[in-house]
């Protein structure tokens, strides 16, 4: 999609959404959406005030983002809907097709692990080089046709990584990502993942998430980010001096898609959150009607 046109296409929505509430009197008490925030910053390319509202004002702050959306084609020849991987479950037979959207330049990998536990990936092919992705182009996994869920049910995971430097050895970076155990990791994984920036996997997070979060000094949020959980989030990055971390928010109507945020701060350790991870689950079940 071309940049330009995206960015007037958000632009005559905000406009019917003002006409919609009637002008500023209505407008006055419904307060911006962070996520029309994070689009404008990057649609004007001025990220100063973007830092301002996650605790960072007056601070330099790089960010990586991008949208991803997954489409399930319900019944053939019928237009895919859209759905929360984090929240649906699918069904045997069901198709999907995942649509991800930088809104940052970076090189993008997709890595996917299926039910079995074995995994490859899928963006870039092992015999192709990444190609830096400009920011709002649409990367459709797969370009042809759909995924198809086939028995046995299971747990499948993609997972999409957005650098902005190509990776040079994907296989360490697959074990990075894929890790339980971070206590256990090799010296060059540890390495690794000082570079990654990784969004939550679920909204709950269990101890040992919280007790790595303390002692990387890092931050990750799921949430629509309202005014009131945003000051929350800020008071918890200042009192624990967070230097970068992520921020995933849902989709909140039926046409939109998720948006995952990178940050970090001038004063983070060097390279530290310079690759963006988001973890996108596909659960599926055995035949029956969707959850």
Same mark, same amino acid.
């Given at each position: 999609?071309?940049?330009?046109?995206?960015?007037?296409?958000?632009?005559?929505?905000?406009?019917?959404?003002?006409?919609?509430?009637?002008?500023?009197?209505?407008?006055?008490?419904? &307060?911006? #959406?962070? +996520?029309? $925030?994070?689009? /404008?910053?990057?649609?004007?390319? =001025?990220?100063?005030?973007?830092?301002? @509202?996650?605790?960072?004002?007056?601070?330099?702050?790089?960010?990586?983002?991008?949208?991803?959306?997954?489409?399930?084609?319900?019944?053939?020849?019928?237009?895919?809907?859209?759905?929360?991987?984090?929240?649906?479950?699918?069904?045997?037979?069901?198709?999907?097709?995942?649509?991800?959207?930088?809104?940052?330049?970076?090189?993008?990998?997709?890595?996917?692990?299926?039910?079995?536990?074995?995994?490859?990936?899928?963006?870039?092919?092992?015999?192709?080089?990444?190609?830096?992705?400009?920011?709002?182009?649409?990367?459709?996994?797969?370009?042809?046709?759909?995924?198809?869920?086939?028995?046995?049910?299971?747990?499948?995971?993609?997972?999409?990584?957005?650098?902005?430097? &190509?990776? #040079?050895? +994907?296989? $360490?970076?697959? /074990?990075?990502?894929?890790?339980? =155990?971070?206590?256990?990791?090799?010296? @060059?994984?540890?390495?690794?993942?000082?570079?990654?920036?990784?969004?939550?996997?679920?909204?709950?997070?269990?101890?040992?998430?919280?007790?790595?979060?303390?002692?990387?000094?890092?931050?990750?949020?799921?949430?629509?980010?309202?005014?009131?959980?945003?000051?929350?989030?800020?008071?918890?990055?200042?009192?624990?001096?967070?230097?970068?971390?992520?921020?995933?928010?849902?989709?909140?109507?039926?046409?939109?898609?998720?948006?995952?945020?990178?940050?970090?701060?001038?004063?983070?350790?060097?390279?530290?959150?310079?690759?963006?991870?988001?973890?996108?689950?596909?659960?599926?079940?055995?035949?029956?009607?969707?959850?």
């Amino acid at each position: 999609m071309n940049r330009g046109f995206a960015k007037v296409a958000r632009l005559l929505l905000v406009g019917i959404a003002f006409w919609a509430l009637g002008g500023i009197g209505h407008s006055a008490e419904r &307060p911006t #959406r962070f +996520r029309d $925030l994070v689009y /404008k910053s990057f649609d004007e390319d =001025d990220h100063a005030g973007l830092a301002s @509202q996650i605790g960072f004002e007056g601070k330099k702050v790089d960010f990586t983002a991008l949208e991803y959306k997954v489409l399930l084609l319900k019944e053939p020849g019928a237009a895919p809907a859209l759905v929360d991987p984090k929240t649906h479950r699918f069904t045997m037979g069901q198709q999907i097709k995942v649509v991800v959207r930088p809104l940052t330049r970076s090189h993008i990998y997709v890595y996917h692990v299926g039910a079995s536990g074995r995994g490859s990936f899928l963006v870039p092919r092992e015999d192709e080089e990444p190609a830096v992705v400009a920011p709002e182009k649409e990367i459709a996994i797969p370009q042809d046709g759909y995924f198809e869920f086939v028995p046995p049910p299971g747990d499948e995971v993609l997972y999409v990584i957005a650098t902005r430097e &190509p990776v #040079r050895d +994907r296989a $360490l970076l697959a /074990k990075v990502v894929t890790s339980k =155990d971070p206590e256990n990791d090799t010296p @060059q994984m540890k390495e690794q993942r000082k570079k990654i920036n990784a969004v939550v996997e679920s909204v709950v997070k269990s101890e040992a998430e919280k007790r790595l979060e303390r002692h990387d000094g890092t931050i990750k949020y799921r949430g629509l980010l309202q005014p009131e959980d945003r000051k929350a989030f800020v008071e918890d990055l200042k009192s624990r001096g967070v230097t970068f971390g992520s921020v995933e928010l849902p989709p909140e109507n039926p046409n939109e898609g998720t948006v995952a945020l990178g940050f970090r701060s001038a004063d983070a350790p060097p390279q530290a959150g310079t690759a963006l991870v988001v973890t996108i689950p596909l659960r599926s079940a055995g035949t029956g009607p969707a959850r």
